[in-house]
């Protein structure tokens, strides 16, 4: 059952469902989601001088990003054909007994730009900002700035809550992750990582 905006309100004012700072509830909560705004934190790829990237190496990783920051009254430049990570401004707490969904808003989806490639699902007990995965698939720039409403989030009930949610427990790489974090897949057990269990990305 995904959550109308009366169903969002109730599990906010309860506590267990956390998306802050909510600026202006009136304008965020939708029918059946809640709009998010663009946090001031990119990572951009870099164009690397190696074969390739091993997505096991985290040196290699880490080389092929580099962070940009946008002041509030900046803007970022996406260029066509460009794949960055943003992050949201508001901090996301998921209860057990809820997933989410990342979505883009249609207004900027008309100008081209898209808000994820893969990583569109939040889990239960996920707690942090969310990461973007954002391209511009038209021929022109577009320019984002911060604090704009990027996406939305769509809540859907579990028929009963996760056993071993996103968290600690299960070694979880994104947890509490307060902006854009470039991948961690060698965390992985199937690499050598300490990643006791899955768990979707966020």
Not at 156 to 170: F, N, V
């Amino acid at each position: 059952m995904i959550l109308s905006d009366a169903d969002l309100l109730d599990r906010m004012e309860a506590g267990d469902l956390v998306v802050e700072p909510l600026d202006d509830p009136e304008l965020q909560i939708q029918p059946a989601s809640i709009d998010v705004r663009l946090g001031k934190r990119f990572l951009e790829f870099q164009h690397a001088n190696i074969p390739c990237i091993h997505p096991t190496d985290q040196t290699e990783v880490e080389e092929y990003v580099s962070e940009t920051y946008v002041e509030s009254d900046e803007e970022f430049i996406l260029h066509p054909g460009d794949f960055v990570l943003g992050t949201t401004k508001e901090r996301v707490e998921v209860p057990p007994d809820l997933v989410a969904q990342v979505e883009g808003r249609s207004s900027l989806g008309r100008l081209a730009v898209v808000v994820h490639a893969t990583a569109g699902f939040i889990d239960p007990g996920f707690h942090g900002k969310v990461t973007l995965e954002l391209s511009n698939l038209g021929e022109t720039p577009v320019a984002l700035t911060p604090d704009m409403r990027i996406s939305q989030l769509v809540f859907t009930e579990l028929s009963s809550p996760a056993e071993r949610p996103y968290g600690a427990e299960r070694g979880s790489k994104y947890q509490d992750q307060d902006g854009p974090q470039a991948s961690r897949i060698q965390g992985d057990a199937e690499f050598g990582g300490d990643q006791s269990g899955g768990g979707g990305d966020a």
